[in-house]
């Protein structure tokens, strides 16, 4: 058996349990996952997904919020780390991967019956295949159909990533999408786009940058990841980007390579030389 508790954002979340399924169905293991509610990914997985695999839905967002469920998620991740023959941190998968590689990981895994793991990233290498399980919940298909029946043949789906990630600010600067933008346009006549940002700013920029452009934007007015909606609007702008017929993304951003897994498309990664 794999326990896997993946942590942090929605996108590390993801790759944490896609990966812990691809070793789980490697190693022919049950997978159970800890899925919890808290700073940076305040939801439900079953309001995200359908899942073919067991969740555990835990809180972590501290006795003054939910006492009750906080008290519960501690006592089910005590009951569930009793189970198991070995307990990894975050720190002791990084350290592995680190020195032995995801070949190390995997090796620790088989080794042990049962393991109970906590992981913001991968356990192993991803592709489109690795991420064929993952569903949206009927709520987030209902949700997400006005700006998924915009989306073309022709549809470039463009990610920018601002707020707390510098190197995506750094790396990617809106010139250089606006320019790459242009270039589509002019490649294959009638491409729209498909603009996800965490920063309103963005839209407003682009819009003057190309105003012969079409731009089309998930305007939910919400961009707080902190709650439930925020996140609900996140994962819907993620399956979006997977239903374009390319994705220009940002420099080192899991919101922009997961999409691309999630649609088997071409990921072209907006960056300085």
Same mark, same amino acid.
């Given at each position: 058996?794999?326990?896997?508790?993946?942590?942090?954002?929605? +996108?590390?979340?993801?790759?944490?349990?896609?990966?812990?399924?691809?070793?789980?169905?490697?190693?022919?293991?049950?997978?159970?996952?800890?899925?919890?509610? /808290?700073?940076?990914?305040?939801?439900?997985?079953?309001?995200?997904?359908?899942?073919?695999?067991? =969740?555990?839905?835990?809180?972590?967002?501290?006795?003054?919020? @939910?006492? =009750?469920?906080?008290?519960?998620?501690?006592?089910?991740?005590?009951?569930?780390?009793?189970? %198991?023959?070995?307990?990894?941190?975050?720190?002791?998968?990084? %350290?592995?991967?680190?020195?032995?590689?995801?070949?190390?990981?995997?090796?620790?895994? @088989?080794? /042990?019956?049962?393991?109970?793991?906590?992981?913001?990233?991968?356990?192993?290498?991803?592709?489109?295949?690795?991420?064929?399980?993952?569903?949206?919940?009927?709520?987030?298909?209902?949700?997400?159909?006005?700006?998924?029946?915009?989306?073309?043949?022709?549809?470039? +789906?463009?990610? =920018?990533?601002? !707020?707390?990630?510098?190197?995506?600010?750094?790396?990617?600067?809106?010139?250089?999408?606006?320019?790459?933008?242009?270039?589509?346009?002019?490649?294959?006549?009638? !491409?729209?786009?498909?603009?996800?940002?965490?920063?309103?700013? =963005?839209?407003?920029?682009?819009?003057?940058?190309?105003?012969?452009?079409?731009?089309?934007?998930?305007?939910?007015?919400?961009?707080?990841?902190?709650?439930?909606?925020?996140?609900?609007?996140?994962?819907?702008?993620?399956?979006?980007?997977?239903?374009?017929?390319?994705?220009?993304?940002?420099?080192?951003? !899991?919101?922009?390579?997961?999409?691309?897994?999630?649609?088997?498309?071409?990921? /072209?990664?907006?960056?300085?030389?």
């Amino acid at each position: 058996m794999i326990i896997i508790e993946p942590c942090a954002g929605l +996108g590390n979340k993801l790759l944490g349990m896609s990966s812990a399924y691809a070793v789980a169905q490697k190693l022919n293991r049950e997978l159970i996952v800890m899925w919890k509610r /808290e700073v940076g990914c305040n939801v439900k997985a079953e309001e995200l997904f359908d899942l073919p695999f067991r =969740v555990i839905e835990i809180s972590e967002n501290g006795y003054s919020k @939910e006492p =009750v469920a906080h008290f519960r998620g501690n006592q089910l991740k005590k009951k569930w780390r009793a189970k %198991a023959d070995r307990f990894l941190e975050c720190g002791d998968v990084e %350290a592995i991967k680190k020195q032995k590689g995801y070949e190390g990981l995997l090796a620790v895994i @088989e080794k /042990e019956p049962v393991i109970y793991i906590k992981s913001f990233g991968p356990l192993c290498e991803l592709d489109a295949a690795s991420l064929a399980f993952l569903k949206p919940s009927a709520g987030i298909l209902q949700k997400g159909e006005p700006l998924f029946s915009q989306l073309g043949a022709k549809t470039v +789906g463009v990610h =920018v990533r601002r !707020t707390d990630h510098t190197e995506a600010i750094a790396n990617s600067p809106l010139s250089l999408f606006a320019d790459k933008m242009r270039q589509e346009m002019m490649e294959v006549p009638g !491409t729209d786009f498909f603009v996800a940002t965490d920063d309103e700013g =963005v839209k407003r920029e682009l819009r003057e940058a190309l105003p012969d452009a079409k731009l089309i934007f998930h305007d939910s007015g919400i961009i707080d990841r902190n709650s439930k909606e925020g996140i609900c609007d996140a994962y819907i702008e993620m399956l979006a980007l997977s239903r374009c017929r390319k994705i220009l993304g940002s420099y080192n951003s !899991t919101f922009s390579l997961l999409p691309s897994y999630i649609g088997d498309i071409p990921l /072209e990664v907006v960056k300085k030389d």
